[in-house]
């Protein structure tokens, strides 16, 4: 078991950067594929990026390709989503999640822990 908290959301101009944070507790996070979501009012939730286990294997949905960046830092037990050239209809609630499962999964289902989210909002 590992419990996961996001932080670093806020209100940013379209344009700008933010990065989000992801510190865990009980677990290290080198055992799980660590995934970005994020949630739109009237959206489904979806996978924005995940890591491997390794850290040598990305994904990206395509909205967020050459803009968003997914990593790790073991030492501070923590995964980040650098999020650059923000654009509004990135506005969402960010969640972190960690799956015990295969990296190529993708679907919510197959993630085992969540954290509670994080609100980004870019203005236009």
């Known amino acids: 078991q590992v419990q996961l908290v996001e932080s670093g959301g806020g209100l940013v101009q379209a344009g700008g950067s933010l990065r989000l944070s992801c510190r865990a507790s009980?677990?290290?996070?080198?055992?799980?594929?660590m995934g970005w979501f994020r949630q739109a009012p009237g959206k489904e939730r979806i996978l924005v990026a995940k890591?491997?286990?390794?850290?040598?294997?990305?994904y990206y949905a395509d909205p967020v390709k050459g803009r968003f960046g997914i990593s790790r830092d073991d030492a501070q037990n923590a995964v980040y989503l650098q999020m650059n050239n923000l654009k509004p209809e990135d506005t969402a609630v960010y969640y972190c999640?960690?799956?015990?499962?295969?990296?190529?999964?993708?679907?919510?289902?197959?993630?085992?822990?969540w954290g509670r989210g994080t609100q980004v909002t870019v203005s236009s």
């Open positions: 999640a960690a799956a015990l499962g295969a990296f190529t999964a993708t679907a919510t289902a197959a993630y085992n822990y």
């Open positions: 890591l491997s286990r390794s850290g040598e294997r990305t």
């Open positions: 009980g677990r290290t996070l080198s055992s799980y594929v």
